[in-house]
């Protein structure tokens, strides 16, 4: 069974930290690997994809690493900034399952403390 | 471009009635899918269209469950008759669909069936 799990669920740090958000899913066969922000009371916005055969993508203060055969990929935030704040979601789609398949961990819930 | 368009962005209604949720995709975008999103199952995928057509109504939930896309501008999802356990964020999203692509969400419809 395809699964996208991610810990913690919940995360709060102090203004200025660097820190990390943990995805983990149970097959390797995957397409890609993507991260998306969710805002309170919005919508889902995409912040990175990472194809299979990648190993990370960087967008500005993001950087998002994929290591397929363990089945990981890693959010990195540097400098986090009161704005960070939001939810954050990681979501694959499985080949057994098709490429418009997502499925989605349930967030970590970032706090940035000004 | 305006993004995905949904509305109405809250419902509240009575069990029993019937609901409809509106969806208008970004213009040009040959998929769309319908997500529902709840606090004990995360975002889930209900089903999604290529070119109007459904290609995956597996995460349907019941037949109480209906969506269509008569056109490639817009779509419904129709719940009859509600049930108190419908009560989510119902999401749309569309995307060009490679899959290099990633999926652009709307903002959502709360609906709270009492």
């Known amino acids: 069974k395809q699964e996208v799990t991610q810990i913690p669920a919940a995360l709060s740090v102090p203004e200025g930290e660097n820190l990390v958000l943990n995805c983990s899913f149970t097959d390797s066969a995957i397409y890609n690997l993507q991260w998306f922000r969710q805002d309170p009371g919005k919508g889902l916005t995409s912040l990175l994809l990472?194809?299979?055969?990648?190993r990370e993508q960087t967008s500005g203060r993001l950087n998002a690493s994929l290591d397929k055969s363990s089945g990981r990929s890693t959010l990195y935030i540097a400098a986090s900034q009161p704005g960070d704040s939001a939810t954050y979601l990681c979501?694959?789609?499985?080949?057994?399952?098709?490429?418009?398949?997502?499925?989605f961990g349930t967030g970590t819930r970032l706090t940035v403390i000004p | 471009d305006a993004g995905v368009i949904q509305s109405p962005r809250h419902e509240v209604t009575e069990m029993g009635q019937e609901v409809t949720l509106r969806c208008k995709p970004i213009?040009?975008?040959?998929?769309l899918f319908w997500y529902r999103q709840t606090m004990m199952r995360g975002l889930e995928l209900l089903i999604y269209f290529n070119n109007n057509v459904p290609i995956d109504d597996s995460g349907m939930p019941e037949d109480r469950f209906s969506a269509k896309m008569p056109n490639a501008s817009f779509s419904t999802l129709k719940i009859q008759p509600s049930e108190p356990r419908d009560s989510a964020v119902y999401f749309c999203a569309s995307s060009p669909g490679q899959v290099t692509d990633t999926q652009y969400f709307g903002p959502g419809t709360r609906l709270t069936v009492l």
């Open positions: 990472i194809q299979s055969s990648q």
């Open positions: 979501a694959v789609p499985f080949r057994q399952t098709g490429a418009n398949n997502l499925f």
């Open positions: 213009s040009g975008h040959d998929y």
